[in-house]
C-alpha cells in the first residue's frame, strides 16, 4: 500500500516524492529538530533520504507511515507528520508523531496533522490505543499530544536513547 492522501483544512498529508529530497533535509538541519529527534549535527541528504524511503517502506508494510505534509494554500513544504510502528525493542505500538520546520511551529499545524493522522489510524487499524513518545522536555509537543486527546502513561528509556527518557503519551480507542 502507498501512503494515502489526506486533506485537511489548510494542509495536505501525502506520500513522499523524490522532489521533497532538499526541503525535508532542510527540516532536519535545523537545530530544533535535531534536538528533539536526537539528531547529529552533520545530518544531510543521504539520512533525510533514507528517512523518506523509510517511510515509503514502511506504509508498504504496515499501512503505517509518516507523510509530506504541505500547506494547501502555497504547496509549501512544512514538514512530516503521521504514525510510525518501528521494529523495536520495547515500542509501546503504533505512534501518532510529527515533525515540522520550525518556521511553520505556532500555527497549529501539528494539531491539525496530528489529528487527521490520529483519526486515519482508528479508522484502519484495529488497535485500541495508539501513542505519542516524546522527550519529557519538549513541552510544546506534550501540549499537541494533550490537545489530540493522550494522555501521560509510563516515562521509557529505550535501549537506543539510553540518556533520553521519554513520556509514552496513550490515547485509547474508547475516548474518543
Request: proline letters at 6%.
Amino acid at each position: 500500500m502507498t501512503a494515502p492522501v489526506v486533506e485537511t483544512e489548510r494542509l495536505v498529508l501525502r506520500p513522499f516524492r523524490e522532489a521533497d529530497l532538499d526541503a525535508y533535509t532542510g527540516v532536519l538541519q535545523t537545530p530544533e529538530v535535531r534536538r528533539w529527534l536526537h539528531l547529529p549535527d552533520d545530518i544531510g541528504r543521504e539520512q533525510a533520504w533514507q528517512q523518506i524511503a523509510q517511510w515509503t517502506g514502511q506504509w508498504e508494510l504496515r499501512n503505517t507511515g509518516q507523510w509530506a505534509v504541505e500547506e494547501r494554500a502555497t504547496g509549501a513544504f512544512v514538514g512530516r507528520a503521521g504514525s510510525h510502528r518501528p521494529e523495536r525493542a520495547g515500542w509501546p505500538g503504533i505512534e501518532i508523531g510529527w515533525t515540522l520546520h520550525p518556521a511553520h511551529w505556532g500555527k497549529g499545524y501539528a494539531t491539525e496533522a496530528g489529528s487527521a493522522a490520529r483519526d486515519w489510524v482508528f479508522a484502519h487499524h484495529d488497535v485500541d490505543a495508539i501513542y505519542s513518545c516524546i522527550l519529557a522536555d519538549n513541552l510544546a509537543s506534550q501540549a499537541v499530544a494533550r490537545r489530540l486527546g493522550f494522555t501521560p502513561w509510563e516515562e521509557r528509556t529505550f535501549s537506543f536513547y539510553p540518556d533520553a527518557p521519554h513520556m509514552i503519551w496513550r490515547l485509547q480507542r474508547a475516548d474518543t
